[in-house]
C-alpha cells in the first residue's frame, strides 16, 4: 500500500503564501489605527479653556468660553462644544472662527437658559481625507459673572468674540 501525502516543498510554499496574507490583512486593518493615533496624538495638548463664564445679566443668558491655542501645529477644522445643564448635554459646533498658533479667542454659546454645570471641549481635526473628533480637555466648571468684567479682560482687552448657537441651529437675524 502506497501512502500519499503533500511533498515538504508545497507544505513550505503553502505556508509562506498565508503568512504573506497574514502580513497583508494586519498591514490593511491595524497598521491604519496605529497611524492615526500617531497623527493626532499632539492635540490634547494643543489646545487650553482659559475661562469658562455664564453671563444671565444681558439679554440672552450665555456662556462665554475663551480658549488659548499653543504653538502645536495640528489642522484644526472646527470645535465641538458640549454643555452639560441639570444633566443635558447640548453640542454646539464652530467651523470658523478659529484660533490661530498662539491666539486666544473667545466664543459665546447662546440659548442657555440656565447655569450650566460643565463645558467639555474637543477639536475637530483633518488629516489628509481622515476628520476625528478628539477631547482638548477636561471638563471645565463653569462660573457665573459678567463677561469682560475682572479676571477674563486680559490687559484691559477681550479675545475676539464670536456667537454660536446650538448645534441644527440658525442665527437669528
Same mark, same amino acid.
Not at 150 to 162: C, I, S, T, Y
Given at each position: 500500500?502506497?501512502?500519499?501525502? #503533500?511533498?515538504s516543498v #508545497? $507544505? ?6 498565508v =503568512? ?7 498591514a ?9 493615533? #500617531?497623527?493626532?496624538s ?5 489646545m487650553?479653556? =482659559?475661562?469658562?463664564?455664564y453671563?444671565?445679566?444681558? $439679554?440672552? %443668558?450665555?456662556l ?25 448635554s447640548? %453640542?454646539? !459646533? ?5 484660533p490661530?498658533?498662539? !491666539?486666544? +479667542?473667545?466664543?459665546?454659546?447662546t440659548d442657555?437658559? $440656565? ?6 471641549v474637543?477639536?475637530?481635526? +483633518?488629516?489628509?481625507?481622515? !476628520?476625528k #473628533?478628539? %477631547?482638548l ?5 463653569? =462660573?457665573v ?14 479675545p %475676539?468674540?464670536f ?6 441651529s $440658525?442665527?437669528?437675524?
Amino acid at each position: 500500500m502506497k501512502k500519499k501525502g #503533500i511533498s515538504s516543498v #508545497i $507544505s513550505v510554499v503553502l505556508i509562506i503564501f498565508v =503568512t504573506i496574507i497574514l502580513i497583508g490583512l494586519l498591514a490593511a486593518f491595524v497598521f491604519p489605527l496605529v497611524r492615526d493615533s #500617531i497623527v493626532f496624538s499632539g492635540l490634547a495638548s494643543s489646545m487650553d479653556i =482659559t475661562e469658562a463664564v455664564y453671563d444671565s445679566s444681558i $439679554s440672552s %443668558p450665555s456662556l462665554f468660553i475663551s480658549l488659548k491655542r499653543n504653538s502645536e501645529e495640528v489642522n484644526l477644522s472646527g470645535l465641538k462644544f458640549v454643555v452639560a445643564i441639570q444633566g443635558n448635554s447640548v %453640542p454646539y !459646533e464652530i467651523r470658523s472662527n478659529l484660533p490661530g498658533i498662539g !491666539e486666544e +479667542r473667545a466664543y459665546q454659546l447662546t440659548d442657555i437658559s $440656565s447655569k450650566p454645570d460643565y463645558v467639555e471641549v474637543y477639536a475637530i481635526a +483633518r488629516k489628509g481625507n481622515l !476628520e476625528k #473628533i478628539l %477631547p482638548l480637555s477636561d471638563k471645565q466648571d463653569v =462660573t457665573v459673572g459678567q463677561w469682560g468684567v475682572g479676571a477674563n479682560a486680559v490687559d484691559g482687552e477681550l479675545p %475676539p468674540l464670536f456667537i454660536s448657537l446650538p448645534s441644527g441651529s $440658525s442665527p437669528i437675524a
